[in-house]
């Protein structure tokens, strides 16, 4: 496989080193792992933490500024960052007013997470926690205990870090977290698989007929594999398995998430689709959002995420935001 690498063992590395040159309202400290927003700590504020394997990019480190996290931490590709790494970048964000940990639901980040959170708390930070589990495809799939987590992490980095920016208290921060993963389903779909750098070949064997309902962000198997669809089929296909767990009664915020490989001209494409089909379900869309946010390195798909919102959660949506992948407002 071509790759634009250097060596597949400092792959993440040299994007951390790339980050910095390119982002300095960013502290980057390529070899401890954490990157932190520059005014850091910022009085008086909750501070929000997350991290994960690389090869989601944008997620983490594509959050990190005023609006939404104060740190992240990249481990290697799909791999959890080790505790150490969550500790350092806790005590270099607290100001005195807690920590919030965002922590997708897979079961290294769930006991590294943990883990940091004692070691936190033995030198004097407050910690709270919020684990996002959205996806409806599968639960007890491979890496995760329970349902997996995926493009509402964008939903609670950005909610609850508008409540922090406002200066609520570590509980209502966590409160607000808390609510928007409740109200947050998603389902995600292959096209092709994707390839590690340091594997160079694909994770999984997916015919060029094939597509895998209810993948995961590691291309995790999903519910099945059908013969290739139209955008048409396949958003009736995920909407519908959204919709039916998650039920909303009001408008909702719609997530059309890339996973690394899929080109934005077929994203609005497939995102028509997605209004269409919650327009005859007869649910508002009150926000949008299309683009690669939850990646899978270069694998070929997409995922739906949608949030049952309401006045506050979406006033805090359309709070300004700037960081390096998302920014409005500001």
């Not at 005195?96 to 997470?113: I, M, P």
């Not at 004097?124 to 329970?146: C, E, Q």
């Not at 590690?196 to 994770?203: N, Y």
Request: proline share 6%; aromatic share 4%.
């Amino acid at each position: 496989m071509k790759m634009l690498i250097n060596v597949p063992e400092t792959v993440v590395a040299d994007a951390l080193r790339g980050m910095a040159a390119a982002h300095p309202e960013l502290t980057v400290d390529v070899e401890r792992r954490v990157v932190v927003r520059r005014d850091a700590p910022v009085a008086g504020k909750v501070a929000l933490v997350s991290g994960g394997g690389s090869g989601h990019e944008p997620l983490h480190a594509g959050f990190v500024g005023p609006g939404m996290l104060d740190a992240a931490c990249p481990g290697e590709v799909f791999t959890s960052p080790v505790p150490d790494q969550m500790v350092r970048a806790a005590a270099a964000v607290d100001s005195g007013a807690g920590v919030l940990f965002v922590v997708k639901n897979y079961t290294g980040d769930v006991l590294n997470f943990e883990m940091a959170a004692e070691l936190a708390e033995d030198e004097g930070v407050r910690i709270a926690r919020v684990l996002v589990d959205d996806d409806v495809a599968v639960t007890d799939s491979l890496y995760t205990a329970g349902r997996r987590g995926t493009g509402a992490t964008l939903f609670v980095e950005k909610i609850a870090g508008a409540a922090a920016e406002e200066g609520a208290p570590l509980e209502r921060v966590e409160a607000v977290a808390r609510r928007v993963n409740e109200r947050s389903r998603s389902f995600g779909v292959a096209l092709g698989a994707c390839t590690p750098p340091a594997k160079g070949s694909p994770t999984f064997d997916l015919p060029p007929g094939e597509l895998e309902l209810g993948v995961g962000i590691h291309g995790e198997p999903g519910r099945e594999r059908r013969a290739m669809m139209t955008a048409r089929e396949i958003a009736d296909v995920a909407v519908e398995a959204v919709l039916d767990d998650l039920r909303p009664s009001g408008p909702v915020l719609a997530l059309v998430n890339g996973m690394g490989g899929t080109p934005l001209l077929e994203l609005y494409g497939f995102h028509a689709e997605v209004a269409r089909v919650l327009g005859e379900r007869g649910v508002p869309v009150a926000r949008a959002l299309v683009g690669n946010y939850v990646t899978s390195l270069d694998m070929a798909g997409c995922s739906v995420t949608l949030c049952e919102a309401d006045e506050e959660l979406l006033r805090l949506w359309d709070a300004p935001v700037r960081t390096a992948a998302l920014r409005w407002g500001l």
